[in-house]
Each structure stands twice: as structure tokens, then as C-alpha cells.
């Protein structure tokens, strides 16, 4: 019998070529609407390969019903909506897209600050909108991001990319991770710092970290109160790294200057959700790693990731090696 794969999102049809040469291949064919929890468990429970999107939860109840799944392979760099532990346990591969995203994320993440220091967006509703009368010596200035200094909170690869990035504005860069890395400090001249000291003289902090159980509301109230009144938070990480009452209310009140979020805690966000009433916040839709280029490894990186452990290989993305070791033995 054919092994069967379930991709819960409509791709390109040379991805889904290439899965069809050796597996029969059932998809969810709407491309902006996510997959109903009814259906994903129908196709789960007879999917010998998953290849998922961040917008499905891999949680325990589908898993313990995938009787036949021998891998999940995420389309994302992160991988927290996956029930990891769960799917090690029954011998499920996990895998994830990294490194293709690399630059196009960073280049967003760039783009999302300089939009929001120089308030872009409010100056293109401005005119817009015929408010636009003269050019007045102070109508809606922003910050200067030469020069300025630019905390990057976890140094990862796209943390790294982001620090060349800032290197060519001359910026002075600092950066918080969970371990140091020399390499990156030599290479490109940043400096290593304690989060707290980080938030208190960066001019602009960069959310860059994965989203852990350790890092679920890493900047609330607190870390914001350290911040200059001139700081501008930039999350193009995961939601729930900032705290969002929080935020909205340091921004409300003038506590910090201004933040731009590629990300939200419930995705999509809802258009009641105070962060979006405000002027001084520059809003996306989670997309970091949307150019076309890199839309398309990515899915090319997900298929090869699925078609590798389906063969009996072991993928290179595979994120959950040292769990299926744990329980083998």
C-alpha cells in the first residue's frame, strides 16, 4: 500500500510533483485559510507524513491518533507549535526549514525598524488621507538610526545577519544570548551584554530569540521600565516574547517611543487588539521570510526533509535527534 502524506496548506504544484512520484498526496487546497481541526485530525490519523505549517498545533490528542505518522516536517524555523516530547515518544521525526529564511528575515526585520523610527507608515496615511498641508520644520519626526545603538536579543543566524546589517549604518551594536559567541563578537565588532543593561542604553532592541518556555513574556513590564523613552522595540521573533498588555501600555503612556511587530501572541491578531489603536506601533502580518525565493526553498526544504525520513534517512533539519535516541533506548 502507498504511503500517504497530508500537507495542510495549498503549495505549488512542483511541490507537490515532487511528493507524488513515490506517496499518495491529499492536501488542504485553501491557500489563506488554515486547515479545520476536524479535518487535520481525519487526514492525521491515516498520514504516514505530515508536512505542517506554525498555524497548526501538533499537540497531543492528534498525535496519539496519528497511528501511522512517521514524521512531521514543519515549514518554519521554529517549531513551538509541535508537541516535540509527544511525537519523540512514539518515534516521530521532527523537522523544521532553517537557514534558507536566513536573510530575507533580516532584511524585513531591517526594513520593520527603519519603517518604524522614521514613521513611514503614519507619513503615508498622512498624506493619504490630505493632511498634508505644508512642510513644517517638525512634522512627524522620527529617530536617527545611524549611529544609534542596537540591542539584539538572541544571536542566532538571523540575529547575526541583522548585526551586518546594522554595521552599515555605523550603529553601535549590543547583544543578549544565552551564551556568548566570540566568533560573532570578533567578526562583526558587537558587544556582549547583560539583557537588563542591554534595555537600558540600546536605542533599539531587536527581538531575535526563539520562542521557549523560558522566554514567554521575556520583556514585560519591568524590562520595558529600563528602556529610554526614546527605545523602539522590534519583534519579528515569536508573540509571546513581549508581553503585550505590557507593551500596549508603555507605549500608551510614553514609556518607550515606539515598536514595530511582525508577530503577534494569537495570530492573526484581531483588529480590536489595542496595539493596532496606536500611531507609534507599525503592524505585519508575520512576513518575515515572505519573498517568493524564499517562500519556495522553504517549501522545497520541508518536502526533501519529509521524503528523506519516509525513505528511512535521516533529514538534515531533523530538530527532535537527541529525544528519538532518549527513547529508543
Not at 3 to 8: D, E, G, M, N
Not at 25 to 41: F, G, I, S, Y
Request: aromatic share 6%; proline share 4%; hydrophobic share 40%.
Amino acid at each position: 500500500m502507498t504511503a500517504k502524506i497530508y500537507v495542510t496548506r495549498k503549495l505549488p504544484e512542483q511541490i507537490i510533483s515532487k511528493l507524488q512520484i513515490s506517496y499518495e498526496v491529499r492536501m488542504w487546497a485553501k491557500e489563506n485559510v488554515p486547515v479545520p481541526r476536524e479535518v487535520l485530525k481525519k487526514e492525521i490519523s491515516m498520514a504516514d507524513g505530515l508536512l505542517c505549517l506554525i498555524t497548526e498545533s501538533i499537540d497531543e490528542d492528534l498525535l496519539q491518533i496519528a497511528e501511522n505518522l512517521k514524521v512531521i516536517s514543519n515549514m518554519a524555523v521554529g517549531y513551538n507549535n509541535i508537541d516535540v516530547e509527544a511525537a519523540s515518544k512514539r518515534g516521530i521525526r521532527v523537522t523544521n526549514t532553517p537557514g534558507v529564511l536566513t536573510e530575507t528575515t533580516a532584511d524585513l526585520t531591517f526594513a520593520l525598524l527603519m519603517a518604524t523610527a522614521r514613521r513611514v507608515v503614519e507619513s503615508s496615511n498622512y498624506l493619504r488621507e490630505g493632511k498634508w498641508d505644508t512642510w513644517s520644520p517638525m512634522l512627524l519626526t522620527g529617530q536617527d538610526i545611524y549611529g544609534a545603538t542596537i540591542g539584539i536579543v538572541g544571536l542566532g543566524r538571523i540575529g547575526e545577519a541583522v548585526a551586518k546589517r546594522a554595521k552599515g549604518f555605523d550603529m553601535n551594536i549590543l547583544y543578549y544570548n544565552r551564551s556568548r559567541k566570540p566568533h560573532a563578537e570578533k567578526e562583526l565588532g558587537i558587544r556582549y551584554t547583560e539583557l537588563n543593561e542591554l534595555l537600558k542604553v540600546s536605542d533599539f532592541i531587536c527581538i531575535m530569540t526563539p520562542y521557549t518556555p523560558e522566554t514567554v513574556n521575556l520583556i514585560g513590564k519591568e524590562q520595558l521600565q529600563l528602556m529610554k523613552k526614546t527605545a523602539i522595540v522590534i519583534n519579528t521573533a515569536r508573540g509571546g516574547i513581549v508581553n503585550e498588555t505590557a507593551l500596549y501600555e508603555a507605549l500608551k503612556d510614553g514609556q518607550i517611543w515606539g515598536a514595530g511587530l511582525d508577530v503577534f501572541t494569537e495570530e492573526p491578531v484581531d483588529l480590536d487588539h489595542p496595539l493596532l489603536s496606536l500611531a507609534n506601533v507599525v503592524a505585519l502580518p508575520h512576513i518575515g521570510s515572505a519573498s517568493i525565493k524564499t517562500r519556495m526553498k522553504m517549501a522545497n526544504l520541508a518536502a526533501d526533509n519529509l521524503l528523506e525520513a519516509l525513505a528511512g534517512n535521516t533529514p538534515s533539519c531533523l530538530v527532535n535527534g537527541p529525544q528519538l535516541d532518549t527513547y529508543r533506548k
